[in-house]
């Protein structure tokens, strides 16, 4: 196991597989002409644009002794489940609720080991019984499972390494078991982003409004690669390139499907900032909306029932570091905005604050810091919230001057939308813990189990559960306060 990088070795590690991934897209087409379709009107409590109100920045959480938890995680009552079992060539992820209960992404590494091959889902109508379907052969580079009409829909980067293209396969089912190509999804991006050395390197697909929606912002980079700056950041992009950026390097482009073959040209609706189309997106996908985070001159956090007509929800506040770590929640009178705060730095050297914003209509306070930390997934239902992420560090080894690095999973929960974190709702697991991605269904959790693969490492024991499940009525529910 190795010790976490610092948070600059971090940023360009995770900068690099972004951009990798844009240019491992394929094919070419030209954009269809731009139709604009009507949105929902926005609500009263989005009509304006709330300032962040002044808070105290919490004292950042020190580094804690990871606990006995072991791999068995702790908040919530959980029990393991299985069959599927963990294997070591048995990849499991994209866990995700719809119709029929849930359903999660099964891959195996290639013989090479440099790629995974999507080859079954495995599909359970409460969490607890598990079914594997295979998927079509040739089916490699998936990309997520997301709900549509009932069914299934799986995107893939099925065309293999093309520059400065964008494409995108989809396979649909109505049941999780029948799978067919429903189409794709190509586009070129322009030459004159080639000439300037930029890529179209901000890449998102979801599904809202019984349709498919794909997102590409353009982001100037003058290091073609080396990292998606954020467009008109004046703090990592100087004056004077900002002036030279060519005008088709600006904005994000949208598009919008009903059946994953044929795509329309979109026009976006409040998405850009007033006078403006410099700006990049971070989409995040909940039951019913589109949450983004707007990033650029003006960020801000926007939400969406149809993923065209955007309304501005609140500002992201300016210690918020939109090119990290990101979460977007919906709460029943906001959002979460959870992500990574470029200043905060507890003497560690080890960077990487993860920081949770509370923003309303009526105002933006931040109510958690814990570092070093790196939220993974968040479920929530109604005013409960459940936190996955995980921590690193090094203990010194006795009679040596050598340390020993560490690394654990952790779970911290709320029960008041994410206004308090209380320390009873917290789980911190042993070195070598780990827990992967959670998914929701109604008041059902389960989380995908997990083994850290190093070398050294034991072998897997047969027969280990591949799922944990719980409630989240099993979270303590504050009592009610007595009038005096």
């Not at 790629?115 to 998927?135: C, K, N, Q, Y």
């Not at 409004?209 to 073609?224: E, H, L, N, Q, T």
């Not at 044929?262 to 403006?276: C, F, Y």
């Amino acid at each position: 196991m190795s010790m976490r990088p610092p948070r600059s070795m971090l940023l360009l590690a995770v900068l690099a597989s972004l951009t990798i991934g844009a240019l491992s897209t394929a094919s070419s087409a030209q954009s269809p002409t731009p139709t604009q379709r009507s949105g929902p009107t926005p609500r009263p409590s989005e009509s304006s644009t709330p300032r962040p109100t002044p808070v105290l920045r919490p004292t950042p959480v020190p580094r804690v002794t990871p606990g006995p938890g072991g791999l068995v995680p702790g908040v919530l009552d959980w029990e393991p489940v299985g069959p599927p079992w963990l294997r070591a060539d048995r990849y499991l992820r994209s866990p995700v609720a719809w119709a029929d209960g849930f359903a999660v992404l099964q891959e195996r590494p290639t013989r090479d080991g440099e790629e995974f091959r999507a080859i079954a889902v495995w599909r359970s109508p409460d969490g607890r019984t598990w079914t594997r379907s295979r998927l079509p052969a040739g089916i490699i580079g998936a990309r997520e499972l997301l709900p549509l009409r009932g069914g299934l829909v799986l995107v893939t980067d099925d065309r293999g390494f093309r520059r400065f293209t964008v494409s995108f396969g989809f396979w649909r089912s109505p049941n999780g078991v029948d799978w067919r190509r429903a189409g794709g999804f190509d586009y070129r991006v322009p030459k004159r982003l080639e000439r300037w050395r930029c890529q179209a390197n901000h890449q998102h697909v979801a599904t809202v409004d019984d349709r498919i929606m794909v997102y590409v912002s353009k982001c100037w980079d003058p290091c073609c690669g080396a990292a998606p700056l954020p467009i008109g950041s004046e703090r990592v992009v100087g004056l004077a390139a900002q002036e030279e950026r060519p005008a088709d390097a600006r904005g994000t482009r949208a598009w919008s499907s009903g059946n994953g073959s044929d795509w329309e040209r979109v026009r976006l609706v409040g998405m850009a900032p007033p006078g403006t189309d410099d700006y990049g997106i971070a989409i995040r996908q909940t039951d019913d909306e589109l949450l983004a985070v707007r990033e650029g001159r003006e960020p801000a956090v926007l939400r969406s029932s149809d993923g065209i007509a955007w309304t501005t929800f609140g500002q992201v506040p300016d210690r918020f570091d939109e090119d990290g770590q990101l979460g977007l929640v919906p709460i029943p009178d906001g959002v979460l905005l959870i992500g990574e705060s470029y200043d905060i730095d507890d003497g560690t050297g080890y960077g990487n604050a993860m920081v949770i914003w509370r923003v309303t209509a009526a105002s933006t306070t931040l109510t958690y810091v814990r570092q070093p930390a790196f939220v993974l997934s968040v479920v929530v239902d109604g005013a409960q919230v459940l936190v996955r992420g995980s921590s690193w560090g090094s203990r010194p080894i006795p009679g040596t001057l050598q340390e020993a690095d560490e690394e654990w999973s952790w779970l911290i929960g709320s029960v008041d939308s994410g206004m308090t974190w209380d320390e009873g709702l917290a789980w911190t697991g042993s070195d070598g813990s780990c827990l992967g991605d959670m998914a929701a269904r109604g008041t059902t959790v389960i989380a995908l189990a997990c083994i850290r693969r190093s070398r050294g490492d034991p072998p897997i024991p047969p027969g280990t559960p591949a799922f944990w499940i719980a409630s989240l009525e099993g979270f303590p529910v504050p009592s009610p306060s007595v009038p005096d």
